[in-house]
């Protein structure tokens, strides 16, 4: 095979992969500037998982209680438990008051107060003076947040004619022998054709993996593809060990009840009726991160105060805060309420359980959003051609655990600063394409040979159900080391059965079974990812808890089981070369003085 092959070829200046909120707000920047930009996406723009984002976005306007960028960037750093890179973070949070406000000026319909300022609520983990009390910083449009995000990003690129290829997936990176990356290899669903898309610079913005999970409030699409297709193009997945489970999915059914829902005051209760988080954390009570509260919640289950006749879930109930307030500030979650637990939330308590959300690692990146692979000593090398930002990067602001309201801020931050940087680029040293290398379309056609050769195997679904199956069980809320290197022999298992997936139906229009197979050999390189760096990072940090390291907060050296002295730093998972390496956290912000470590109580 090689390029010569009768594969269609189209040129662009830069082509994104992915039609979320940080491709979108990337695209955006791209297309006012007059490039040639190509946007992918599985699906309609709209119906990216951003679109499903309720809560809010987190920028320290100060329109309902004092703020400053100084408590938000406390506040992440914290949240973090302190892997998160102190210099990624002061960017964001000094960026985040400008972005919202552009946002709005875009039309982005947020909910207003009297005077006519954009309305904040609390949120989890967000405090005034350095963790003294909650601050209101989630910008919100009711609990549609992402979805009027992802609509006002749409109409703007529409009008700065960006060019979408909807229901067109992106199957590998094109790398040539000097390690550049110098555009894509896709699947145009309708038809079943290949194509190769060159460009001057690509960019991966393919959200998350939720979908390693059985238990997710992620969307179908979220199975990793662009981690897959760093991985296989040799590029190491970061910090994937950290998966944050949100403390409030609907109990049985996934589906996601906003932390905006504490932020106007609802209230977790156990068996008892007791507030149990006043126990746990006095100063921010059901407010705290949200890898504390779902620890706790799993907690209060283990020891016998769950809720219902297996005594298997907690309840969240918001019965105080009146039917004209959650219909105003919380109307989808009424609905959800009503369609997915067949409670009417004005009434009676909503069961939940902490359910699989987001994933704080991935392709490692620098604050212009350009993709770094280490090489030999130097961990800070860019990869010609290749920027990644959103949910699949990991730049990192969110470390071991993510606040909520700091990815739709990171989409939009980091989806500019990339979108300027590749323009900075592009116009002060103009250039023509590289030119492809000849095996250019080689690893695609090849994977999808395999699949219409098949004759017999396993079918894709019955792989990734059990793969699910096993991440679930081996990588949760709680860990064990001896669970999760039962879990590393469980996938690398299932890898293989991977590798022997068969399609039925080799019918080229339209074939979702086709799509569905290809997805599974991203989903296994993210879950891979995540159970080996799991089981090699020996402490508990952030979403990260593993019981045999678990120590009390009045522990001086290692206070939760935190181990500063030999794990404050990042993981590297090279699926290439099956190997494990690290590189330090950056502790020094850009202008301010860093945050030291500290015990993680609140
Ligand atoms: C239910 C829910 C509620 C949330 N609420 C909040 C909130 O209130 N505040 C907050 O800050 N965060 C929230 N989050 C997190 C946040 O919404 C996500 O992290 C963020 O929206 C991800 O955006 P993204 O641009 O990275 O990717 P996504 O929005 O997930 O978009 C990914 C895009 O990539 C495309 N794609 C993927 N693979 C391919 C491929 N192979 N080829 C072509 N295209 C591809 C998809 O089609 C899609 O267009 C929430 C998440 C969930 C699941």
Known sequence: MSVGSNLSRRKFDVVIVGAGGSGMRASLQLSRAGLNVAVLSKVFPTRSHTVAAQGGIGASLGNMSEDNWHYHFYDTIKGSDWL??????EFMCREAPKVVYELEHFGMPFDRNADGSIYQRPFGGHTANYGEKPVQRACAAA????????????????????QFFVEWMALDLIRDADGD????????????EVHILEAKTTLLATGGAGRIYAASTNA???TGDGLGMAARANIPLQDMEFWQFHPTGVAGAGVLLTEGCRGEGAILRNVNGERFMERYAPTLKDLAPRDFVSRCMDQEIKEGRGCGPNKDYIQLDMTHLGGDTILKRLPSVFEIGHNFANVDITKEPIPVVPTIHYQMGGIPTNINGQVVAPKGDDYKSVVNGLYAVGECSCVSVHGANRLGTNSLLDLLVFGRAAGNHIVDAIKNAPRSHKELPKDAADLALSRLARLDGSTSGEYAQDVANDLRASMQ????????????????????????????????????VFNTARIEALEVENL??????TIVSAAARRECRGAHTVNDYERGADDAEFPLGRNDREWMKHTLWDSATNSLSYKPVQLKPLTVESVPPKVRTF
């Open 524 to 529: 296994i390189e993210a879950a891979q990812a």
């Open 143 to 162: 609990d549609r947040t992402g979805h009027a995000m992802l609509h006002t990003l749409y109409q703007q690129n529409v009008k700065s004619r960006t």
């Open 473 to 508: 069980k081996h990588a949760g809320v709680f860990r064990t080391q001896k669970m999760m290197d039962e879990g590393v022999v469980s996938i690398a298992a299932i890898r293989e059965r991977v590798k022997g997936i068969t399609l039925k139906d080799k019918s080229k």
């Open 84 to 89: 998160g890179d102190q210099d990624a973070i």
């Open 181 to 192: 990356v110098v555009g894509v290899t896709a699947l145009e669903m309708e038809t079943g």
């Open 220 to 222: 179908f699409i979220n």
